[in-house]
């Protein structure tokens, strides 16, 4: 695949070339070079203390076709977010995905798929599936050309993002993304959940280190707000899906309320344990039906999590 990489620095045409260094894409103007290793092209100086080698799970599911009979089992995986990244997003487009960790086998099958992250041990782990993995900050220039990719999608990045940098990582999809093409963002809310409530009234301190610092989730704001900043950045949300508004919740969530103590502790063993195997597959269909159905009925701010897609527009 010819990606046309550009220079973050001046956007300049950049050129792939071998020395006695190895390979690396070379900026003809300002001279700067960017290594391959590992078929990773490495646009960051130093490693991420926080994300280098965090997450190092690829998703391996890859149905053998997409007849509704085969794919559906995409429906369950993350929340629902493969399936509407697969709803959104015709097949063999040209798609990044930012933060994508170690990815995702079946985007490698369905697109030409750029995997964007700080970690490079995460790219390592995908360089083999996906077209290309570029090690580099999503909050700083992408280095792709203006209009060259068709969707930008991402999982549990978003909530990471700081506030005050969440624009300029859209102006980058922007950018780069080609007229009509899509966002699609599974992520954390800062949510109004009676869970979150209750845990927040028996001791916010604990709420905020648990929840927000030991996650590095800098970038928590409400459903309403995540909206405002999509629509003031040039883009239109055609879709906001919530999740996991009722007791029935991601396994993480089950392990982080132990920290409460007492029948928090209790019931987030037990939650844990049917939340893991063998039950696992059982749990998380079980979880998405009641997404489908009793959650459809509840509030958009009770959801812990939200998919949002949107339109450039």
Request: aromatic residues 12%.
């Amino acid at each position: 695949m010819d990606l046309g990489l550009v220079c973050p620095s001046d956007r300049s045409a950049l050129s792939l070339s071998h020395d006695h260094d190895g390979a690396a894409y070379v900026c003809g103007d300002c001279g700067e070079r960017f290594a391959v290793a590992d078929g990773v092209v490495r646009f960051l100086g130093v490693p991420d203390d926080f994300y280098e080698g965090r997450f190092l799970h690829t998703i391996q599911y890859v149905p053998r076709s997409e007849r509704w009979y085969d794919a559906w089992p995409l429906w369950l995986i993350n929340s629902g977010y493969v399936w509407a990244v697969r709803k959104y997003v015709p097949a063999a487009r040209t798609v990044v995905e930012v933060g994508c960790a170690s990815g995702v086998a079946y985007f490698a099958r369905r697109y030409k798929l750029i995997g964007l992250d700080l970690s490079h041990a995460s790219l390592r782990q995908v360089a083999e599936l996906y077209a290309a993995c570029l090690q580099a900050d999503a909050t700083q220039a992408f280095p792709l050309p203006d209009q060259s990719v068709d969707a930008v999608i991402s999982s549990f990045f978003w909530e990471h993002i700081p506030p005050d940098l969440k624009p300029q990582v859209l102006a980058q999809c922007h950018r780069v993304l080609a007229p009509g093409g899509k966002l699609v963002f599974l992520y954390d809310i800062a949510s109004r959940n009676p869970l979150y409530r209750h845990l927040i009234r028996r001791d916010p301190d604990l709420f905020r280190r648990i929840l927000i610092e030991k996650e590095g989730h800098l970038g928590w704001q409400t459903a309403a707000e995540n909206r405002a900043v999509f629509e003031s950045n040039g883009f239109r949300v055609i879709d906001n899906q919530g999740r996991e508004k009722t007791p029935m919740i991601g396994p993480a969530m089950y392990d982080k309320v132990q920290h409460w103590g007492g029948w928090l502790e209790r019931a987030g063993r037990i939650g844990y344990r049917f939340s893991q195997a063998p039950w696992f597959q059982f749990y998380n269909g079980a979880t998405r039906v009641v997404d489908a159905t009793l959650g459809a009925l509840l509030p958009l701010d009770w959801s812990r999590v939200l998919i949002s897609v949107c339109e450039k527009q």
